[in-house]
C-alpha cells in the first residue's frame, strides 16, 4: 500500500507563460521522501511528465513501483511538486564573462 502525504509547494506561472503552456503536457520538478521495510529515509528527486497534477500522480506510483518492487508498504512525503518554467530570464546569467577551468 503506497501512502502520499502532500506538502505542495506551487509555483505560480509567470505572467509569460500561456494558457497552452500551463495546460498541455509539461515536465513537473518532483522533490519527495520515501519510507519502507528498512527504516531509512530515502531522499528523491524527479522530473517527470504530466499534463496535471493527476497525471504526475500516476508517473510517481509508476517510478515508486519501478524503484520499490518488492516493498510491501512504503510512506511518501512530497515536499515539492511544481512545474518546471520552459521561460529563461536572460537576466540571471552572466554572459559577458567567460569561465576556465
Not at 505572467?15 to 495546460?23: I, L, P, R, S
Given at each position: 500500500m503506497?501512502?502520499?502525504?502532500?506538502?505542495l509547494?506551487?509555483?505560480?506561472p509567470?505572467?509569460?507563460?500561456?494558457?497552452?503552456?500551463?495546460?498541455s503536457?509539461?515536465e513537473?520538478?518532483?522533490?519527495?521522501?520515501?519510507?519502507?521495510?528498512?527504516?531509512?529515509?530515502?531522499?528523491?528527486?524527479?522530473i517527470?511528465?504530466?499534463?496535471?497534477?493527476?497525471?504526475?500522480?500516476?508517473?510517481?506510483?509508476?517510478?515508486l513501483?519501478?524503484?520499490?518492487?518488492?516493498?510491501?508498504?512504503?510512506?511518501?512525503?512530497i515536499?515539492?511538486?511544481?512545474?518546471?518554467?520552459?521561460?529563461?530570464?536572460?537576466?540571471?546569467?552572466?554572459?559577458?564573462?567567460?569561465?576556465?577551468?
Open positions: 503506497l501512502e502520499l502525504h502532500y506538502m509547494l506551487m509555483e505560480q509567470n505572467e509569460y507563460e500561456t494558457e497552452k503552456a500551463t495546460t503536457h509539461r513537473w520538478l518532483v522533490e519527495y521522501d520515501v519510507v519502507n521495510g528498512d527504516g531509512l529515509k530515502h531522499q528523491h528527486l524527479s517527470l511528465n504530466g499534463s496535471d497534477i493527476q497525471d504526475v500522480q500516476v508517473a510517481i506510483f509508476t517510478e513501483r519501478n524503484m520499490y518492487p518488492h516493498s510491501d508498504r512504503l510512506e511518501v512525503t515536499t515539492r511538486l511544481e512545474p518546471i518554467s520552459t521561460h529563461t530570464e536572460v537576466k540571471k546569467f552572466d554572459l559577458d564573462t567567460s569561465y576556465t577551468s
